[in-house]
């Protein structure tokens, strides 16, 4: 039975939208490989550009290795996920927006193994135990990371944190970021508090 959470982070579905038909990257650079338009369209998405960076040994197909905070003047928060203990840390050690502070969120990521088809993030923030706000960013589609292109980086839009007295407090967030095929690459809780000043 799937938890409150789970039904919060489910990404809206377009409606008519289907997914196409999964190809292997084998597939996809094969196609029309007379095309030299074709050929070239594939390559500027990284497909069949490249010696892939995939470890054979790691079946994820998404691997997002950090998010971080960027805030208009000041330095950016960064959180390594590639630390242990770095995804914990985030519910039990908020960060603190100064209210009214333009910012936005910020997630590189690797791709290893096919293509990944419509990558979308999935936030849904409570303040205590009552939702506020549910919000959805697409990211993309993107080929597999190769040498030349280890890692993608996603900036999401500016947003503009709450400010007066109302606003100043302790939020807590659950965030996913799944894809077209309902997988799951990342799902976590964290916290953050409003505050007067920095």
Known sequence: MASQTDDDLAPSQTEGFKVGVKKTLE???SLD???ESLRRYKESLGIGSGDT???PNDPRNAIITSLA???EGRDDIVVDLTTPGA???LKT???TIKEGARFRMKVKFRVQH???SGMKYVQVVKRKGIRLSKDEEMI???APSTKDQPVYEKKFNMEEAPSGMLARGHYEAASRFTDDDQVTHLKFEWSFDIAKSW
């Open 27 to 29: 597939e996809y650079q």
């Open 33 to 35: 490989q007379n095309d």
């Open 53 to 55: 960076a995939a470890d």
């Open 69 to 71: 905070l960027e805030v």
């Open 87 to 89: 995804l914990e840390s």
């Open 93 to 95: 050690k908020p960060f």
């Open 114 to 116: 096919q293509v990944l």
């Open 140 to 142: 993309g589609s993107y």
